[in-house]
Structures are given as structure tokens and as C-alpha cells.
């Protein structure tokens, strides 16, 4: 590559206020950027390689410590490879409780992303209040699962946990709540006209492109891939409550916000009809898997970034022999070498954030030592301050 | 009507690729696994990515006696959320696959991982660099095959300084 000339910014690996480690070389010439490369490895745990090691129940709550915001989405992929493994299907109540914790998350989730996009655009308020709303649903699952983050709800063939009939009337009150303060939120991001300027045709990820590079989640949605593992590979009680896909078509960062704030009221229908069905259907909450048959077995589950992927392989003893963890960020952080070059350094911060990437999930493989020393002259939080100065000059421009 | 068609791209798989399919599993609604030689794999993959309009959700590289078994897992999300894996074994002696992330861009990260993970070398990659492991990492040191071991490394380390 004809890269020699052109300067370079590199971005990471590791920074105060960066939150994970991860990064980026930013080829420029002058404001523009003409190519990304991406350097990922820095937050290895083994976790396939430990797996491999632990028994069938240890293995969920390894995987759940994968990520710690999507903290329940690959204990489910996991749980519907180990069922598809075992031939094992689960009691309906177990599959109502299931889609209630899957999409409580979606919905904190997206709040986080967003609070995160205002704070890149220089919108502290919007930080501030989006993250105030989503406090109530951290509450929320400390009371029916008795942590704010890891559950530990689910388990090989079911739930560990029962939510009561009486903690039912709270879950409503929250989410009533919670879906007046989205909706206006959505109102006020969608009708903001800087806002508008800072992110419609910005990054745009086209329908080819996301279909090539396999992209998942929100970030193929918004570009008018209509996929949803949820609807395509029913599992738990997707197939049970009414509720739409959202999709975009335009692929720009616009579009992937929009994705995502749609997204979080139609999780709230999807949680209010398992309520009403929670009341009606009682019984067991798991079944008991007594051995695990050799052989293979694959599950999905779509986390709030797009379909998380597991494979587990058995050889009929008590630990698997192999596990496969495909996070949704590993297809979709390559989406960023097309979305990014031809655009401005300032908006390559909120670019980069658009796909909502999650780096402990995608690299989940062994220990990494990092021994780069090489000096850094621009960092992530200059690229923040180069974003939100965009946005200052943009409203004195506009008179707000 | 989804069902229905479904069963169609099943059929249209085990049709078009009946010269190249080796064995075929169907482990459970819905999951699919078949095995082809190791220098079909171009094709298979570029029929069912580009004809088929599958989606490549990832491969996985498995350590076995036998070789490095890798499958390769496509998903039709349109016609009944499908999965299907596609197997093929490569020995340890001649340890060469042909790459697909020339027609699949998605499929570049993890052929990179397989690659420095279970030291299976993707031939035709366009980018073949390490991509988890620092540079100072051994080459010929495979994390994920069985007889690797975490001491051989500290060890060795060591008795560098």
C-alpha cells in the first residue's frame, strides 16, 4: 500500500479515558481520512482455551463474564448451543423469562450507546439524562435477579431464577417510565437540528457493503439488511409475543441511532407481553440435563450489537472439548474500513462508535503482552474534543 | 411460507453440490452440517455466500487426531434462520487451506485467528498478518492445538534473559 506519505494518527491501545483497549492507525492527508487500520489483541483472557477446561455449567458462568455491559447475551447463545447439543427443550415459562432479561438488556444497552454518541458530539446533556433513564433498569434487574450486571439467570436448560408474580406490577411501573422518557428522548435526538448536520450521510455503510463484510445487529438494520436472529432462528418466546424488526435504509450514523431508539420501544412490547403471559403460564423453570451426548451444537442469540454466535463441541465427558464465541463486534469492526475513509478526523470518533464496539467480546482468546512503545501524538480523548468542537461550531453557525 | 421455502435451499444445496458433498449430517431443525474436501472449498463457499445469498457468520478451527478440522458456518437468515457448517480436515503435515476473504471481506479476522491460533495457513489471504498476538509471539507456537503448553513458553522465556 501506497501509505508511506501520508501522516499517521494512531489512536490507543490504551488511554484513561478510553474504555477498553483498542487501536487505530488513521491514515490522513490534511482533515481527511484516506485509510484505517485496525489493531485489535490488546484484552486477551483464553476464554475459549479456559472453557475447554471447565464443566457444561461452569462454562455459562464463564461466558458470561465475557462482556460485563451484553452480560446475559452470550450466556443465552451459549445455553441454545448446549440445548441443540443435548436435544433438550425448554419449559415455556423458562423461554418468557428469558426473553424478559434479553431484552431488559437490549434496552440498557442502547441507553448506554447513546448517552456515549451524546458525549462524542459534545452533547453532555444528552449523556447525562439518557444515563439518568437508565438507571431504573439497572435497579430493575438488581431486584429480580439480585445483581445490577452478570445475572447469572440463565442455565443449561432453563432459568436459575423465577420472577415473582408480586415483583410484576414494579417491572410495569419501571417500564412505563422508561418508554415515556424514550420516546421523548427520541423526539428531542431525531428533531435536533445540529444533530441532524453532525450524523445524516456521515458514515454511511451501504447495503452491499454490510452484506460483504457481514455485518450484524443495528449496524446491517440501518443499512437495510433485514436480519434479526430473533425472528429468523426463533428461540426463547420471540416467537410467541408480536413485534417488529426496525430497519433503516440510508446506513449512515443518523440511521444506526434511529435503529437503536426504535429498537428499545418495540424490547419494551416484547417485555410487557411476557409479563401478561408470565401470569397465565406456570410450571417448571428448567429441565435437567442429566448427560451431554457427544457431538456438535450451535446457538445464536441477537445481543443489543447484532447476533452473538457459539459452537460447542462434546466428546461425552463432563467438559466441552471445544467453544466457539463469534461476538457481533468482530464482524462488524471491519465495516469501519469502508465507513470511514473519505471523512473528516472530527467525525471519525463518532464513525468508530456507530457499530458500538465491544472489544472484551471480541477478543476473548489468550494473553497478549503489549510491548509498544511508540509515542503518541494524537489520542481518542483529542478526537473527542475534535468532535465536540465541530458540534460548538455547527450551532454557532445554525443561531442555537 | 417460510418453512416451504426452507426446504428449498436445503434441496438446492444437497442438489447443486451433490459431486462435492462427502457426508451429509442433519443434526436438528434448522442446524446442518456437511463435509467437502479440502480444495472445495472455494467453491462451495463463493455458491453459497454469492448464489445462495448465505450470510458467513465465522469459522471454527478444531484440533483433532486426525488434522485441523475447520468449519466454515453460513446462515440463511431469510429462509428459516438455517445454519449450516461447512467441514473439511486438513493434516498437520501440509497445514493449507485456500482463503475465501478474497469474495468474503467478513471472513478476514477470523482467518487471520485460525491462522496464528491453530497454525493453519490461509493461502491467497490479502492481508495475512497476525491478529491477536503481540509481535514478539513465536510463530511456530500454536495456542490452541492440544500439544501446546503454557509452560514450554514461560519456560523458554526464561531462559532467554
Known sequence: ?400 | MAKEKSVDVISRVKESLKDKIVSWEEKSPRRYYFTIKKADIVPVAKYLFEKLGARFITASGVDTPKGIEILYHFSFDKEGGKVVSVRLLTPKQKCEVESITPFIPGAGFIEREIQELLGVKFLNHPDPRPLLTSEDWPRDKFPLRTDYRDTDFTNEKEENK
Open chain 1, 1 to 400: 500500500m501506497s501509505n508511506q506519505r501520508k501522516t499517521v494518527i494512531p489512536i490507543g491501545p490504551y488511554h484513561p479515558l478510553q474504555e477498553e483497549p483498542e487501536y487505530f492507525e488513521l491514515y490522513v492527508e490534511g482533515e481527511k481520512v484516506v485509510d484505517i487500520d485496525i489493531h485489535i489483541g490488546y484484552n486477551h483472557r483464553a476464554i475459549e482455551q479456559i472453557g475447554q477446561r471447565m464443566s457444561w455449567d461452569q462454562l455459562i458462568f464463564l461466558v458470561e463474564r465475557i462482556c460485563g455491559i451484553c452480560s446475559t447475551s452470550h450466556p443465552i447463545a451459549n445455553c441454545n448451543a448446549q440445548e441443540d447439543l443435548a436435544g433438550v427443550e425448554i419449559p415455556e415459562r423458562a423461554k418468557y423469562i428469558r426473553s424478559i432479561v434479553g431484552e431488559l438488556e437490549r434496552i440498557h444497552s442502547h441507553l448506554l450507546w447513546l448517552g456515549l454518541a451524546g458525549h462524542f458530539l459534545g452533547y453532555n446533556t444528552l449523556w447525562m439524562w439518557v444515563w439518568k433513564y437508565r438507571e431504573p433498569i439497572l435497579e430493575l434487574f438488581e431486584h429480580i435477579t439480585g445483581n445490577r450486571n452478570h445475572y447469572a439467570m440463565m442455565r443449561p436448560g432453563g432459568v436459575r431464577r423465577d420472577i415473582k408474580e408480586e415483583d410484576i406490577p414494579y417491572l410495569t411501573k419501571v417500564l412505563d417510565e422508561a418508554e415515556k422518557k424514550i420516546e421523548m428522548v427520541t423526539k428531542a435526538a431525531l428533531d435536533d437540528p445540529v444533530l441532524a448536520v453532525r450524523l445524516k450521510g456521515v458514515g454511511v455503510l451501504t447495503k452491499e457493503d454490510a452484506i460483504k463484510y457481514c455485518a450484524v445487529g443495528p449496524t446491517a438494520r440501518a443499512s437495510g439488511v433485514a436480519i434479526d436472529v430473533r425472528r429468523d432462528d426463533p428461540y426463547a418466546a420471540y416467537d410467541l409475543v408480536e413485534w417488529n424488526v426496525i430497519t433503516q435504509e440510508e446506513g449512515d450514523v443518523f440511521a444506526k441511532t434511529v435503529v437503536r431508539l426504535l429498537e428499545c420501544l418495540e424490547s419494551i412490547k416484547i417485555i410487557r407481553q411476557c409479563l401478561e403471559k408470565l401470569k397465565k403460564v406456570k410450571g417448571d423453570i428448567f429441565v435437567k440435563i442429566k448427560k451431554m451426548p457427544p457431538g456438535e451444537g450451535k446457538g445464536h442469540h441477537e445481543a443489543p450489537r447484532g447476533e452473538t454466535f457459539h459452537y460447542v463441541r462434546s466428546d461425552g465427558s463432563n467438559n466441552p472439548i471445544r467453544v466457539k464465541v463469534r461476538a457481533p463486534t468482530y464482524v462488524n469492526l471491519p465495516t469501519c474500513k469502508v465507513t470511514v475513509p473519505g471523512e473528516s478526523i472530527a467525525d471519525a470518533a463518532i464513525i468508530l462508535a456507530s457499530i458500538d464496539p465491544c472489544y472484551c467480546c471480541t477478543e476473548r482468546m489468550m494473553r497478549v503482552i503489549d510491548k509498544r512503545t511508540g509515542k503518541i501524538e494524537l489520542d481518542g480523548n483529542d478526537l473527542v474534543r475534535f468532535s465536540q468542537e465541530k458540534t460548538r461550531k455547527l450551532r454557532k453557525e445554525l443561531g442555537l
